[in-house]
């Protein structure tokens, strides 16, 4: 850390710490929120600018310690981006899936075309 | 060309990314960053994907702009409601229409409303264009409907159709 400027271990500090806090804020959110749909959304702080917040720190340490352009840590941002979606969609739906089979009537019915079957309760 | 480079936006994206993770730009990196970047473009091929053509650019650049300004707002709110006593009072799901079923336009989608916190991609359906989402903070449904619509989905339609 000694032959890092000032100004880098200022930026680099508020970066980690505001990074790890809107991590921690999810996670606490999860262990908080009422119901599964709700809890569902607090990770996704660490996923965005928490996941952001720590990479560009990252970035900066190793570029003002190695004296290059360190820029392979952005590929993580792009990389969760593109495949928290995926996660997501698969845990919200089979929740949904869940509760509509138990007849859960808080959640919202699925759309029923002419060609479908009428659901069966308790399937 | 077209048989011969199927994906030719994913094979140069594939050579950057291995120079990226190389950390290094020699000769022989990008010959073997450009193979790698063929091979996995003809694989993709049999996914018989929807091409990726950027037709305007700047919008691109605007919806970049307003996803970031979006996403740093809900971090804010979201973590405020993580902390306050109360936590979320009025989570709920809503149904939002889409006017697309390309399948490039519903990915981003996805993406920008699931890198949102407090919006979750629950279900889309086909045949409907019925997008049934999870909002943590559901206070005004037109209000999202319309964020949803016209600020991702219109821009998106712009840019790719």
Redesign the interface.
């Known amino acids: 850390m000694s032959d890092l400027p000032l100004w880098g271990s200022i930026a680099f500090a508020i970066l980690v710490i505001g990074g790890a806090t809107?991590t921690l804020?999810?996670c606490?959110?999860m262990l908080?929120?009422?119901?599964f749909?709700?809890r569902?959304?607090?990770p996704?702080?660490g996923?965005?600018?928490g996941m952001v917040g720590i990479v560009l720190a990252s970035a900066l340490y190793f570029t003002l310690i190695q004296g290059r352009p360190?820029?392979?840590e952005?590929?993580l941002v792009v990389f969760i981006?593109?495949t928290?979606?995926v996660t997501?969609?698969l845990l919200?739906?089979a929740a949904?899936h869940r509760d509509r089979s138990e007849g859960d009537e808080t959640?919202?019915l699925p759309?029923l075309?002419p060609k479908d079957p009428p659901p069966t309760p308790g399937e | 060309m077209r048989r011969i480079f199927p994906h030719p936006v994913l094979m140069f994206g594939l050579a950057l990314l291995w120079l990226i993770l190389q950390q290094q730009i020699s000769a022989g990196q990008i010959v073997l960053g450009l193979l790698i970047g063929f091979g996995a473009s003809f694989i993709t091929a049999r996914l018989e994907l929807d091409g990726l053509i950027v037709r305007r650019p700047w919008v691109l650049l605007t919806l970049i702009v307003v996803v970031i300004i979006d996403i740093a707002r809900s971090n804010a709110a979201v973590a405020w409601l993580a902390m306050s006593p109360r936590g979320p009072q009025s989570a709920g799901f809503m149904h939002v229409p889409l006017t697309t079923r390309n399948r490039t336009i519903l990915a981003f989608l996805a993406m920008i409303i699931t890198a949102t916190p407090g919006t979750v991609w629950v279900e889309f359906d086909e045949e409907t264009g019925d997008l049934l989402v999870h909002v943590l903070d559901l206070i005004d449904v037109d209000e999202w409907v319309d964020i949803i619509t016209n600020r991702y989905e219109r821009r998106l339609i712009e840019i790719f159709e």
Do not use: K
Request: charged share 5%; proline share 8%.
């Open positions: 809107l804020l999810g606490i959110g908080r929120f009422p119901s749909y709700a569902i959304h607090a996704t702080l996923t965005s600018f360190v820029l392979h952005i590929l981006i593109v928290t979606p997501l969609m919200s739906r949904l959640v919202p759309n075309h």
